[in-house]
């Protein structure tokens, strides 16, 4: 695909910052296939000891890795994952990154948004991210409200925000690529309102369908819609009440990332928020979950102790 080897090369060169003769590991599956090789070949044109594993498809976002594949990351320089589900929030890749591992996930990507949403302009996603991440630690509370009737509430107290900027060249470095989001994890038992997911909700691809969720301190409590509300209660009803907790508030900050019903893509297009439901003990939570689902808002306004940080999905920062 037009564009696919040079996009590979911006996210092993100039993300990941790779040098000649490191271990590099690609995680894939089948659906990920042609990103994944793009990725290998990239890798071992830089001059790197390349390698990439293909695994079968995990079931949900945040289920593990084979064993083997997991004890493999944690003896190399870097981590490469397109992966059909997502293995951001799981004990390998943590693992891996407490081990020094450089790791990039990219749940879900596909060839068309590799092209285009690595394209970016990094370090003014990079100066957005971390202006937005510094909002979030400092604020204690945080609304948000939509013309689609979202309007939830949450606790930032004591939790640290997260500059996903794209440049991931440090021991343990740790994000998605494409990236370009903010996020922070909400304080567990604080989040009261409701949120309409009227962009996309991860692993339901209903690109479109409103999917309305109540929340009651802390939890989902109720969810409304069709087919991508009964595909999202599937997903996470076997889990128990933890699939249910509201795990991550996100801003999108990629000025080239565009809504497609791929969510690594869709929650970093600037001017939406993301809610994600389940897991957040990998970044900065205490709810362990192999879940963790995140749900796009559009054109959200997002207020911080009484600081208008978003209107209508203009950033104003």
Do not use: W
Not at 70 to 95: C, E, F, N, W, Y
Not at 97 to 104: I, L, M, N, S
Not at 252 to 265: F, H, P, Q, R, S
């Amino acid at each position: 695909m037009p564009g696919l080897r040079e996009a590979a090369l911006v996210a092993v060169r100039d993300c990941m910052g790779a040098k000649p003769e490191e271990t590099l590991l690609v995680v894939m599956d089948s659906g990920t296939r042609g990103v994944g090789c793009a990725l290998y070949q990239a890798a071992a044109e830089l001059g790197c000891e390349a390698m990439m594993i293909e695994m079968i498809q995990r079931t949900s976002h945040g289920e593990e890795p084979p064993a083997p594949i997991a004890q493999i990351m944690g003896h190399v320089d870097i981590v490469l994952a397109p992966t059909t589900k997502s293995i951001s929030h799981t004990d390998a890749r943590a693992g891996a990154c407490k081990a020094g591992a450089r790791c990039a996930t990219l749940p879900g990507i596909t060839e068309d948004c590799m092209a285009r949403a690595l394209a970016a302009d990094y370090a003014a996603v990079g100066v957005r991210s971390r202006k937005y991440a510094d909002a979030l630690t400092r604020g204690s509370i945080v609304r948000i409200t939509n013309n689609d009737g979202a309007d939830i509430t949450m606790s930032l107290e004591g939790r640290v925000g997260n500059a996903d900027a794209g440049v991931y060249r440090n021991p343990g470095d740790f994000g998605n690529l494409p990236a370009g989001e903010a996020y922070i994890a909400p304080l567990e038992g604080t989040a009261n309102g409701v949120f309409v997911v009227d962009g996309s909700m991860a692993g339901a691809g209903y690109l479109g369908e409103r999917v309305r969720i109540h929340v009651r301190d802390g939890y989902a409590t109720d969810i409304q819609g069709g087919a991508a509300a009964d595909a999202l209660k599937a997903m996470i009803d076997p889990l128990g009440r933890l699939a249910r907790n509201i795990a991550e508030l996100g801003i999108g900050t990629n000025e080239k990332a565009k809504i497609t019903g791929t969510v690594l893509e869709d929650e970093k297009v600037m001017g939406t928020i993301h809610i994600a439901l389940g897991d957040n003990s990998h970044m900065g939570g205490t709810v362990a979950v192999p879940s963790h689902l995140d749900g796009i808002v559009l054109a959200p306004t997002v207020v911080v102790d009484g600081v208008t940080i978003m209107e209508s999905g203009k950033l104003i920062l």
